[in-house]
DNA sequence: AAAGTTAGTGAATGTTTACTAACTATTCAA
DNA sequence: TTGAATAGTTAGTAAACATTCACTAACTTT
């Protein structure tokens, strides 16, 4: 899944597009103004509108995965923890429109690959959220009460709606500290009490 | 804001459109075949389609509203707490449309009005969700280490993530089940740990 | 009996959508 | 220098969309 320079550059415009006007503006004839050549000049570089959808997708999917496993290089859990979610975070405030593509679910009706790429993506947090969140279990640093499935289902609804929020209210807060404050909140919920 | 017996059927009637087919599905054309009707009769009862989908969620609006009204009735905040989840989710079972309406946010770009509605929609939830938590936590019953607003944030993420799960799932799995269990582990987690 | 209302019809409106066919300009290697 | 691949153009397409049109049959009110 190589991608070409221009067809890098559309789905740069389509990120851009998303931001500004969701997933109803993203249209080939938007795209097509976006990048300052005719509609049908893009079907130069994509065959359909659903592929520079899904390239766009498996690009993101790609950074964010190469981007974890970087980050996370402590053996500390709950520093581990902190660093997945402001690397996150400052992803997203990098790029606003993947917020619109990855939690507006809007995408999700169009077409069955679309839907598949999306859930793929989705995949890729939980894979270097599961490990981080055993690993404290068992060093006894975050609670045992309930299964770790249960602890990333909390963690994962509290981020998304996070999101939502950010979103609706079209990036006018300040992302970087209402979610450091609710890496707090979630640590402060599960960690076992110290004494 | 009174609503017709005709009015409600159509309002039905894109309820059944929404679960079978999403936002996408909802047109004016599969609005009138569900109807058994021609297109322009739908206009004899609504001027727009944001009219009816305005209506929807206004009905759904009230219906929440006054089903957790009746519902809250204890003293004991983790009872209250259980019942109104499992008030709410046997809600959505039995109309899973209103969870692709509501949680789907593919409606929210579709006007201003239905954007607006759908947020009133929203704050139900959490109006009948503070006065229980906090009095939980003046109780002592439930967790004073992080405010109630990171709370409700906490709790209202997982319960949409639930959601979201459920319905791209299809609605195949038992919600009722899942749900329980998502409230067990929620109460777990915010409540104090008693000696 | 006349006048008005309600709830329907089929045909047509204008706009937007993704996509395509046919043509042209540019680049670059043989 | 040719000539083919590449990347763009203009001018279309059919289908889908919400909405509006003139009109009508069946009631109800005056």
Same mark, same amino acid.
């Not at 079907?43 to 592929?51: C, D, L, N, P, Q």
């Not at 999101?163 to 979630?186: E, H, L, P, Y």
């Given at each position: 899944?190589?991608?070409?320079?221009?067809?890098?550059?559309? +789905? #740069? @415009?389509?990120?851009?597009?998303?931001?500004?006007?969701?997933?109803?503006? %993203?249209?080939?004839?938007? %795209?097509?103004?976006?990048?300052?050549?005719?509609?049908? @000049?893009?079907?130069?570089?994509? @065959?359909?509108?659903?592929e520079i959808i899904v390239a766009m997708l498996n690009f993101l999917a790609d950074s964010i995965d190469s981007r974890l496993t970087n980050v996370i290089t402590s053996t500390d859990p709950e520093e581990n923890f902190k660093v997945l979610f402001s690397e996150q975070i400052s992803f997203f405030k990098k790029n606003p429109h993947f917020v619109v593509a990855v939690f507006s679910d809007g995408l999700?009706? #169009?077409?069955?690959?679309?839907?598949?790429?999306?859930?793929?993506?989705?995949?890729? &947090?939980?894979?270097?959220?599961?490990?981080?969140?055993?690993?404290?279990?068992?060093?006894? +640093?975050?609670?045992? @009460?309930?299964? *770790?499935?249960?602890?990333?289902?909390?963690?994962?609804? *509290?981020? &998304? %709606?996070?999101?939502? &929020?950010?979103?609706?209210?079209?990036?006018?807060?300040?992302?970087?500290?209402?979610?450091?404050?609710?890496?707090?909140? +979630?640590?402060?919920?599960?960690? *076992?009490?110290?004494?």
């Amino acid at each position: 899944m190589e991608i070409t320079p221009r067809q890098f550059e559309i +789905i #740069e @415009a389509a990120g851009r597009i998303l931001t500004a006007s969701g997933v109803s503006g %993203l249209t080939i004839k938007n %795209l097509a103004k976006e990048m300052q050549f005719s509609e049908s @000049a893009i079907y130069r570089h994509f @065959a359909s509108k659903e592929e520079i959808i899904v390239a766009m997708l498996n690009f993101l999917a790609d950074s964010i995965d190469s981007r974890l496993t970087n980050v996370i290089t402590s053996t500390d859990p709950e520093e581990n923890f902190k660093v997945l979610f402001s690397e996150q975070i400052s992803f997203f405030k990098k790029n606003p429109h993947f917020v619109v593509a990855v939690f507006s679910d809007g995408l999700m009706e #169009e077409s069955q690959l679309i839907n598949e790429t999306l859930l793929k993506l989705m995949n890729v &947090k939980t894979k270097h959220l599961m490990p981080l969140i055993m690993e404290g279990q068992q060093k006894g +640093i975050f609670t045992n @009460a309930i299964t *770790t499935e249960e602890l990333i289902h909390i963690i994962m609804g *509290t981020f &998304k %709606l996070q999101m939502f &929020k950010w979103r609706i209210a079209n990036f006018q807060f300040d992302i970087i500290r209402s979610g450091d404050n609710m890496v707090q909140s +979630i640590l402060t919920l599960i960690k *076992t009490k110290q004494i």
